[in-house]
């Protein structure tokens, strides 16, 4: 089993930064592709950045590029989102996933990914 927990969330005013972090537990950890994802009230969770197994190669939705950096240490089994310039906009739950399949080499749709984090708030202010 694949067990994940998110910190790091919480307030903070717009331009600032913070990081997140992610705790993996279990198998597979170092060879499973990891991905952040976000989802305001009433809109459908996103993909904010995704990460290959060993960090080779990552993605980032267009309004994330620049300003948030995806990375993972495989030795802590930690996968991080540093978060810099943030926007009211970005204001949401962030989600860890992982997946296990390794179909592809960083899958970017919410339905490729098989275990989840808690999520941890992120609220970003004026």
């Known amino acids: 089993q694949v067990r994940l927990v998110e910190s790091g969330g919480g307030l903070i005013q717009a331009g600032g930064s913070m990081r997140l972090s992610c705790a993996a537990s279990?198998?597979?950890?170092?060879?499973?592709?990891m991905a952040w994802f976000r989802q305001a009230p009433g809109k459908e969770r996103e993909v904010a950045a995704a990460?290959?197994?060993?960090?080779?190669?990552?993605y980032y939705r267009e309004s994330i590029k620049g300003r948030f950096t995806i990375s993972r240490d495989n030795a802590k089994n930690t996968v991080y989102l540093q978060m810099n310039s943030l926007k009211p906009e970005d204001t949401a739950i962030y989600y860890c996933a992982a997946d296990l399949n390794q179909r592809v080499a960083v899958p970017i749709l919410a339905r490729e990914y098989e275990y989840w984090g808690q999520g941890t708030q992120v609220t970003v202010s004026s």
């Open positions: 990460i290959s197994a060993i960090g080779a190669m990552t």
């Open positions: 279990g198998r597979a950890f170092s060879g499973s592709p």
